[in-house]
């Protein structure tokens, strides 16, 4: 009886070793190129970690390294059709590795729209419009941007540095924290954190209009100025200087 089972569960194992694929450390890497018809690019992701930058062509390339089972066919899917790139990573039974990294390069200028769910999103110098929104627990990161932003965050943090945005729409919920920060001073900045905010302007003799009570941080506000920072947190909130 006790071989019986041996033999039985031994059996089991090498099914699910089968079914897991490539090893944990395997990678795959490649990368595609696509027309992109219009001055908008549409991002839709899903459990896959995105990086987008800005290229040096006028097409959309699109570079990604699968790791372990995400490597396994049709389980990654990466499309192109009508201004929408969709990319997935979702990886089924028994797996001990399952990673989908992904660098999305467009072209100077292009407007960027990012719907993701699980993902961790960063966007690094990009110089067009961006309007993103992650959600089920995935990150947001925002670096040196010069075009609006309106950001959301549902499970997860916000973080924007070095930003030259002149206007900045960004939203939480469930506890996410947002976390603000300029090289150039903004025009208008509007936040409604779950959790907590911190807004960081740049040094110099412009002064704003601090909308938004129980802000600390030492930045006076001036009724008058034409620069006007609106803050709501559900945890501390602050806005100040850098320096």
């Known amino acids: 009886m006790l071989s ?25 890497s490649d990368s595609e190129t696509f027309p992109l018809p219009g001055d908008t690019l549409r991002i839709e992701a899903s459990e896959a970690t995105v990086r987008i930058e800005t290229g040096s062509t006028d097409s959309l390339v699109v570079e990604r390294t699968l790791t372990g089972s995400a490597g396994n066919d049709g389980n990654a899917t990466r499309s192109f059709e009508g201004g929408t790139l969709r990319l997935a990573v979702e990886c089924s ?14 072209p100077e200028g292009t407007a960027v729209v ?37 950001l959301f965050g549902g499970g997860g943090s916000i973080v924007v540095s070095d930003a030259r945005s002149s206007v900045v729409t960004a939203r939480t919920s469930a506890d996410g924290d947002v976390e603000l920060g300029f090289a150039a001073p903004p025009e208008r900045v509007e936040v409604e954190a779950s959790g907590s905010a911190d807004i960081t302007v740049p040094e110099g003799p412009e002064t704003y209009r601090i909308e938004g009570s129980g802000v600390s941080g030492g930045v006076s506000s001036d009724a008058g100025s034409k620069r006007v920072i609106t803050v709501s947190a559900g945890g501390p909130a602050r806005v100040t200087k850098a320096g």
Do not use: K, M, P, Y
């Not at 089991?12 to 079914?19: E, M, N, Y």
């Not at 039974?93 to 467009?106: A, L, P, Y």
């Not at 627990?137 to 941007?145: A, M, P, Y």
């Open 4 to 28: 019986h089972w041996s033999t039985a569960f031994t059996a089991v194992v090498a099914v699910l070793v089968g079914s897991a694929g490539c090893s944990a450390g395997e990678t795959r």
């Open 93 to 106: 039974g028994f797996v001990t590795s399952c990673e989908g990294d992904h660098i999305v390069r467009v």
């Open 114 to 150: 990012v719907e993701a769910s699980g993902s961790a999103v960063d966007i690094l110098s990009v110089s067009g419009d961006l309007e993103a929104s992650v959600t089920n627990d995935g990150s947001l990161r925002v670096v040196g941007s010069t075009g609006r932003l309106q």
